[in-house]
């Protein structure tokens, strides 16, 4: 399992998916975001889902959003 808040992991990309205002679909980077294989919501763990969703709420709770402006 990652880290909680390293870059790829469940809760980063959830939080990034909010930021730039993208559905939410569970899925994470072992090695880092786009290197190597992505993980899908079918191959993840409960908790990995879990974290992705905290990421991405967490997101939301702070309004953060990209100006594509």
Known sequence: MAKKHAHGSPWDRGSADSWYARPREPHWYPKGTYNGRCIP???MSKQEIADY?????????????????
Do not use: F, M
Request: avoid cysteine; glycine fraction near 20%; charge should be negative.
């Open 53 to 69: 969703h905290a990421g991405y709420d967490a997101n939301e709770e702070e309004g953060g959003k990209k100006d594509w402006g």
């Open 41 to 43: 919501e079918s191959e």
